[in-house]
């Protein structure tokens, strides 16, 4: 596969994703709605890793589903590499992928065969090749032909993000990449993460619960609470605004606040309540 040159720093260039009042509601068994994502905005310029933080049913999951168009946004719009997903997004899905460890390859099929199925679903040629390169570039050559619900946690991550590299996507998503991983497996696939990056000028967005790992890896990072983006900026500009010395005591701040979060993304405290009135 032939390499991008970056585009990071390319004005002319819109951004490789915009969102803006990105919305879903879903209905509940008494006939109301809970709000999953409230009317977020934001872009990811091209070229750069964004971090997507919050905890357990901040909206996470469910934005990236509808940035990929796996779910449909009861209001907003989602905009990759300047294509708009509602009405082009068969255009540009080809120029995109998702992986994730908490998303199974058929146990069934070998590790080889469930990269030449998604090789043909994607629309490639020379499929042989490309998943002997992927293999070799991620270490899966000695399990290749090994049945995939076989394989160790390690061995599955590295797997989802082959398939998810088949098609050398300028967009990567990656939902939790390093879950659940060994710190010498998490260090491998970051390094690779990176290295990718770097090669390609590839844009990845990235939910992550590991602080370190969005240090290490982030350019920015957007701050999610109730379905809101309640903060977002460089990890070294939170931490010094949080006054703090770790990204990870901002999301613990953020996370614990007390409070409801206001329609601009504002945590409202018993303090700040009393104080608007």
């Known amino acids: 596969m032939t390499s991008r040159p970056s585009t990071a720093l390319s ?32 872009t990811v310029p091209r070229g750069s890793v964004t971090g997507l933080l919050g905890g357990n049913g901040a909206g996470k999951t469910t934005t990236i589903s ?21 009405r082009h997004r068969h255009a540009v899905l080809p120029r995109m992928n998702f992986s994730s460890p908490y998303v199974e390859l058929p ?5 080889r065969e469930n990269l030449t199925v998604y090789a043909h679903l994607y629309g490639l040629t020379c499929v042989k090749k490309r998943v002997q390169e992927l293999a070799e570039h991620l270490d899966l050559s000695r399990f290749l032909d090994r049945p995939s619900g076989g394989l160790s946690a ?20 990656l939902d939790e990449p390093t879950a659940s991983l060994d710190p010498d497996t998490a260090d491998w696939i970051r390094t690779y993460l990176e290295r990718y990056r770097l090669r390609t000028g590839a844009t990845i967005l990235l939910a992550s619960h590991n602080m370190l790992e969005v240090e290490r890896l982030c350019d920015g990072v957007l701050m999610m609470r109730q379905g809101r983006i309640v903060d977002r900026g460089a990890p070294s500009a939170l931490v010094a605004r949080y006054g703090r010395q770790t990204l990870e005591e901002v999301f613990l701040d953020i996370a614990r606040a007390s ?17 608007a009135e």
């Open 11 to 42: 004005p002319a260039l819109s951004p490789a994703i915009r969102a803006d009042g990105l919305t879903k509601r879903f209905p509940t068994p008494d006939g109301r709605e809970v709000t999953a994502v409230d009317a977020i905005a934001f």
């Open 66 to 86: 509808m940035l990929l168009g796996l779910l449909l946004p009861t209001a907003g719009t989602v905009e990759i590499l300047g294509v708009d997903m509602a």
């Open 107 to 111: 146990h069934r099929l070998t590790v």
């Open 154 to 173: 390690g061995q599955k991550t590295r797997v989802a993000l082959a398939k998810a590299l088949l098609n050398d996507p300028e967009v990567l998503l």
């Open 259 to 275: 409070g409801s979060v206001e329609s601009d993304g504002r945590i409202l405290t018993g303090e700040t309540a009393d104080a």
